[in-house]
């Protein structure tokens, strides 16, 4: 008797007969660029908010961090899409991943031992929000380009796959990033930051060998119209603007991980050690999830789940605030990554396969305005309303909000209630 389980193939083969996006090598050279630009993008970033709550003492730093990162990422992705639409993808994305690298060069003289001799805290702290400024303006070109890529590289049956694996491969950056940084932090911040420069020449050797892709879109329109384009078809397509408002504003309100330079410190009372599992536990969850997921695929009411699992995110939020152990919170951490992982993964879905080729780079830029920005919104929501209301009470507050965000849209998104992942689509479903 034959099976259709493929239980008599090597363990190997099997894999690959599960996960056929993985079987095309451009794919595979595009997910390990994917993880060495997360990677050292979440080490830099956990590295330098650690680098200037140490410096301070002040939460509301962390926070304007978080705002002087998204004021570009939101303004530049009012027409980054546009460009990303009409310009070659693979070279656009090198051409970021080498402002990174030039970006994280600057980073590492600032934290030298000879430049802090030389200058103040305040004007350490200043130049820091320079360079972050810098790099959330690189953020509004290098993720809308690196999603439209994607669908280059897939045929459209491999999409929910491709996702996943697209998703697991930021995952995994952001897990290592985080932990990699706090254990590196035992060194020091220049070293520290030397490494994640190091990581990011290992990120433009792997966008060197991804192979350049046809430009889909070649009429030229004037960017004003283009960007109206974009943005009228995500807000007239029901299941792709349910999505991201409800992602935006979950991680919006739920962006406790902003403060975890202060909770480490003032709360559970850990060192850098525990800081950087603290900082992995989110990204732990999410690939524990996105590997499952990869075999389990998310068919029956992914709409339902969705709702469900950011809920879950929210009641996880609540209970980390109001924990003193460091057991506790890790673990709540870990599970709020679990549930973060099958939003991001659905999500994700929704996009490719609602969004037609001509415009993803622009939806792929509202997505960036939407969820990529929310979480430094989150940062700066989370640092002012920690200073307003106390740690504690500012992360409470975060998770009760986001479950009330998931109700106000589970009555007011009907169709992500039957949502449809399969593919089949002919046409995404209208306001």
């Given at each position: ?280 536990a989110p990204g732990i969850g999410s690939v524990l999830t996105l590997g499952i997921l990869s075999f389990l695929p998310l ?91 106390g740690m504690v009470p500012s992360v409470v507050f975060g998770g009760c909000m986001t479950l009330v965000v998931v109700g ?24």
């Open positions: 008797m034959h099976s259709n389980k493929h239980t008599n193939l090597p363990s190997a083969i099997s894999f690959l007969i599960k996960n056929k996006a993985l079987r095309i090598p451009h794919f595979k050279k595009y997910l390990t660029m994917r993880v060495l630009v997360t990677l050292a993008l979440n080490m830099q970033s956990t590295i330098i908010y650690f680098w200037v709550y140490h410096l301070t003492n002040d939460v509301v730093q962390l926070g304007k961090l978080g705002l002087f990162e998204v004021i570009p990422a939101i303004l530049c992705s009012l027409f980054s899409g546009h460009f990303v639409d009409i310009r070659e993808k693979k070279g656009l994305i090198l051409q970021c991943v080498i402002g990174y690298i030039l970006l994280s060069a600057f980073f590492v003289f600032l934290s030298t031992p000879m430049f802090g001799k030389q200058a103040s805290i305040s004007t350490i702290i200043n130049l820091v929000y320079a360079g972050i400024f810098i790099g959330g303006a690189l953020r509004a070109f290098i993720s809308p380009a690196t999603f439209a890529l994607m669908a280059g590289l897939l045929p459209r049956k491999y999409y929910a796959n491709g996702t996943t694996w697209s998703s697991a491969s930021w995952q995994i950056g952001f897990v290592a990033g985080r932990l990699l940084a706090g254990f590196m932090l035992v060194f020091g911040i220049a070293i520290s930051l030397t490494a994640t420069l190091l990581i990011q020449l290992g990120a433009l050797a792997a966008t060197i060998g991804i192979p350049r892709q046809a430009v889909v879109k070649k009429v030229k329109e004037p960017i004003l119209k283009s960007l109206r384009e974009g943005i009228k078809f995500v807000f007239s397509t029901q299941v792709i603007l349910a999505a991201l408002s409800l992602d935006m504003f979950a991680v919006l309100f739920g962006g406790a991980t902003a403060l975890l330079p202060a909770y480490a410190k003032d709360i559970l009372h850990v060192g850098t050690i525990g800081f950087g599992w603290l900082c992995a068919k029956n009411k992914p709409g339902i789940k969705l709702l469900g699992c950011i809920a879950g995110f929210g009641l996880s939020i609540i209970v980390f605030g109001i924990s003193t152990c460091f057991m506790l919170s890790f673990f709540m951490l870990l599970v709020g990554g679990m549930f973060d992982a099958v939003s991001v993964v659905i999500r994700g879905t929704i996009l490719q396969i609602y969004t037609p080729d001509k415009v993803r780079g622009r939806v792929a830029a509202v997505n960036t305005m939407f969820i990529s920005s929310s979480n430094e919104l989150g940062a700066v929501e989370s640092g002012y309303t920690a200073k307003w209301m106000v849209t589970f009555l007011a998104a009907p169709m992500l209630r039957v949502l449809n992942l399969s593919g089949d689509d002919k046409a995404p479903e209208k306001v």
